[in-house]
């Protein structure tokens, strides 16, 4: 069983891997076949095996020889070990569906962003409508559920939990979207240029949707402070690298080469764009595993 959702994993990753190609290009999922981007040769089906065929041809096309880029590899393989980690979590259940289809829309986010700086409305928006019918089908158990639990009574328990379920979801579809939009408004004032666009804004309304208000705010401000970290350390290695150039090729001291390059460096980063939906995706899934624990953790640690 365990082997037939890894193998399940490395499909849907290599579907995967066709999204995030052509969906940024505005490009049908469906058709056509799978081919080369150089030389546009149809792949064979024993050429499209997840994992193994990167290996075996060396990550190249086997008709023109170029290069294939080894994130075709790592998505089906991460894909793969998602699913896996997933069924050996939640067991032969609904959860398992809802948090790999989770993982799905995350991942291909992850990735497409990391690449082209965008996320596709064509992934978020069907994941907000996935994130809300899951709802009524695995319950989300976050504040509303806990705080009104007497307030809502539908003719059946049955019914009641779904309505309050549906109602976590709704909730944390809206807090996650308001709390990001807010963010990229602070955001846009304070540094003056763009860092949050409306991208993240749905990636979060789906992330809230799937995960509820608590797991949303743990959501954005951990990938805030991640977000920030890899910032600091972009600076620093970019302000590290100049002011060895500055030395060795303009013979400048030591003082005046660091004074110099931190100046270009900061410069530099005020418009290089953080790919903030990498961080917020990668958040979110440690949330699914992790985050109620962390949560915990914080409120008695304070
Ligand atoms: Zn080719």
């Known amino acids: 069983m365990s082997l037939a959702t890894f193998a399940l994993g490395l499909a849907f990753g290599s579907f995967l891997n066709v999204c995030i190609y052509r969906m940024p290009r505005e490009l049908s999922v ?8 150089k030389c546009r040769v149809a792949i064979h089906f024993y050429d499209n095996i997840p ?6 041809l060396r990550g190249r096309c086997r008709n023109c020889q170029t290069r294939i880029s080894p994130r075709y590899m790592a998505v089906e393989l991460v894909t793969g070990l998602l699913f896996l980690v997933c069924y050996a979590h939640f067991g032969f259940t609904l959860a398992t569906l809802k948090c790999c289809t989770f993982g799905f829309l995350v991942l291909g986010l992850i990735f497409t962003d990391a690449e082209t700086q965008l996320l596709p409305d064509k992934l978020t928006l069907p994941g907000i409508g996935l994130g809300l019918l899951f709802s009524l089908l695995v319950p989300v158990n976050d504040l509303v559920s806990e705080l009104l639990p007497g307030l809502i009574t539908g003719p059946s328990p049955q019914v009641s939990w779904r309505l309050l379920s549906l109602l976590d979801s709704v909730a944390g579809m809206a807090l996650g979207a308001a709390f990001i ?3 990229g408004v602070i955001y846009l004032r304070a540094r003056g240029v763009e860092g949050m666009g409306f991208g993240d804004v ?9 995960l509820g208000v608590r797991l949303a705010i ?3 401000f951990s990938a805030s402070i991640a977000g920030s970290l890899f910032g600091l350390w972009t600076l620093f290695s970019v ?3 100049r002011t060895q150039r500055r030395i060795s090729r303009n013979h400048e001291s030591v003082q005046l080469a660091r004074r110099r390059a931190w100046q270009s460096a900061s410069i530099a980063l005020r418009y290089f764009p953080i790919p903030f939906g990498v961080f917020l995706g990668g958040m979110a899934m440690l949330a699914v595993f992790f985050g109620n624990r962390l949560l915990r953790w914080y409120w008695r640690s304070l």
């Open 218 to 220: 743990f959501t954005i």
């Open 51 to 56: 994992v193994l065929s990167w290996f075996i």
């Open 181 to 183: 939009y807010g963010a």
């Open 239 to 241: 302000w590290m690298k």
């Open 30 to 37: 469906i058709h056509p076949r799978s081919q080369c981007p």
């Open 202 to 210: 749905k990636l979060m309304a789906m992330v809230g949707a799937f």
